[in-house]
């Protein structure tokens, strides 16, 4: 009887089969952005069973770490030797897993199309540069932009006036700690355009003024402007590797010649990067990459300075829906993320007269809409839409450890002073309609924990005299940011 149970459990266990384990084979980063010159990076592959890497016997310049892995999660290291050849070169690194499951790391390596500035690297040095981006940040407490000026082909030809050190001084009096200094680099300040070369007549006077500010015991932000659009209007596949070479070329020579600065100078990659869709957003993550390693790569105090990344076209809700991976910094804690605000541009910008995109907004926000002129009341793009674009930032970026700046943001008034042609009938409430949104903007900004910077050119300061001439603005913005 005992024997007859025993051969019926056996034929029954015969049928029996052990659960199947899904094959598992993750690997972090399928596709690679090697520098040309000797360059380094690291990927985790996770599997439930042991793999191994290979590397095709034509790509020498290419080392792996190790060629197997146990089951579990396991970083892989990859080296790349330097590419002389002036062009970029390709490669594979394939992942095998005795699971069955295979994946292939698709390796670009760009060519030195430029020489490389990065001549004398330093050893890390922490000295001055212990706060994180989140520490940082807290201490930035009102920003303002150097704005038309430092961008535009000849310094302050936009503005009648240079920047001097008695400004400098003049700004933060009025209550401003924080300076974004918006700059041109690649469009008219290259001795050696072929080369990328920058005059270094134009890097001793740009470190002058950050010098300044820094001695003066305020924060600055600088970074490569609209330079003509160069960067910002190329954020194509086509342009890819010409961009993200010369950007490196300037990031060079633009962090060898300021990093002996401390924590109060950060670095800006780019300024309004025009992207659209994912596609984009991929190759502008390229650009942001090749900033970061350029940077880090010049050594000093740069291995730990804070580091600012451009959401799409710098659109906050762009930013939401599209950025959602940071570029890798080995440096934890130390980048932030930049936005700009114009809502509504109608209202904010547009002053030439309407647009084949929009109608001219002279009224906005609650209790301000005219009754003597109603067609020019705002019909979009208020309070509600200022909130939700805020919240958005804090959602994504704040709430998790990444500091926002807003980069840019202003509200033209339509008057005989700023030489518009097109006056609103009920001016008393437009300039009570400019003073709400430059107020509004400012106070939900740093409710959300966004440091502002409000976008000058002139309007507000009259830089030759440091003499405020809108002082009404000057009120929003300080009472806003308490």
Not at 251 to 265: G, N, P, V
Not at 295 to 307: D, E, F, I, K
Not at 414 to 442: C, E, G, Q
Request: with cysteine.
């Amino acid at each position: 009887m005992f024997l007859g149970f025993l051969t019926v459990l056996a034929l029954f266990c015969s049928h029996c089969k052990k659960p199947e384990v899904p094959a598992e084979l993750v690997v972090s980063a399928l596709d690679v952005t090697a520098q040309a010159e000797d360059d380094s990076t690291e990927v985790t592959i996770r599997s439930n069973e042991v793999w191994t890497a290979t590397i095709n016997d034509m790509t020498p310049w290419i080392e792996i770490g190790r060629t197997r892995g146990e089951a579990g999660s396991t970083q892989l290291r990859l080296k790349f030797s330097s590419n002389g050849t002036g062009a970029p070169r390709y490669g594979i690194v394939t992942i095998t897993s005795r699971n069955g499951q295979a994946r292939r790391i698709k390796i670009t390596q760009i060519g030195n199309l430029y020489p490389t500035y990065n001549t004398s690297p330093q050893a890390p040095d922490a000295t001055g540069m212990s706060s994180t981006a989140v520490q940082l940040a807290a201490k930035m407490h009102m920003g303002i932009n150097f704005g038309n000026t430092m961008e535009s082909p000849v310094e302050g030809e936009w503005q009648n006036s240079k920047l001097t050190q008695s400004y400098v001084k003049f700004v933060k009096q009025l209550g401003f700690n924080t300076v974004r200094i918006p700059c041109n680099w690649n469009w008219t300040h290259l001795s050696d355009p072929d080369k990328a070369k920058i005059d270094p007549a134009w890097l001793n006077r740009v470190k002058e003024v950050v010098g300044w500010c820094v001695d003066n015991d305020m924060y600055v932000m600088l970074n490569t402007h609209g330079d003509n659009g160069w960067l910002e209007n190329n954020v194509n596949a086509e342009k890819q590797e010409s961009i993200n070479a010369k950007l490196k070329a300037l990031w060079e020579q633009i962090a060898t010649t300021m990093r002996d600065f401390d924590e109060h100078l950060i670095f800006a990659g780019t300024n309004e990067p025009a992207v659209e869709n994912a596609e984009q957003m991929s190759i502008l993550n390229s650009y942001h990459q090749t900033f970061i390693k350029a940077v880090r790569a010049t050594g000093g105090r740069n291995s730990y300075r804070v580091l600012v990344v451009q959401g799409p076209s710098t659109d906050p809700s762009k930013t939401f829906t599209l950025m959602n991976t940071l570029p890798i910094d080995e440096i934890p804690n130390k980048l932030m993320v930049e936005v700009h605000d114009y809502t509504p541009a109608t209202f904010t910008i547009l002053t030439g007269g309407d647009a084949t995109w929009g109608k001219m907004f002279y009224y906005w926000g609650k209790g301000n809409h005219s009754t003597i002129e109603p067609e020019r009341n705002a019909t979009y793009g208020e309070e509600d839409v200022i909130d939700s674009e805020f919240q958005k930032m804090k959602e994504k970026f704040v709430d998790k450890g990444i500091p926002v700046l807003l980069g840019e943001y202003a509200a033209w008034r339509r008057n005989a002073i700023n030489n518009s042609d097109f006056l609103p009938k009920d001016l008393a409430m437009h300039n009570k309609s400019v003073n709400d949104w430059t107020y509004y903007v400012t106070k939900q900004a740093k409710a959300n924990g966004i440091l502002p910077f409000y976008w000058e050119i002139g309007f507000m300061l009259d830089r030759a005299n440091n003499v405020v001439k809108d002082q009404p603005m000057l009120d929003a913005l300080m009472t806003g940011s308490k």
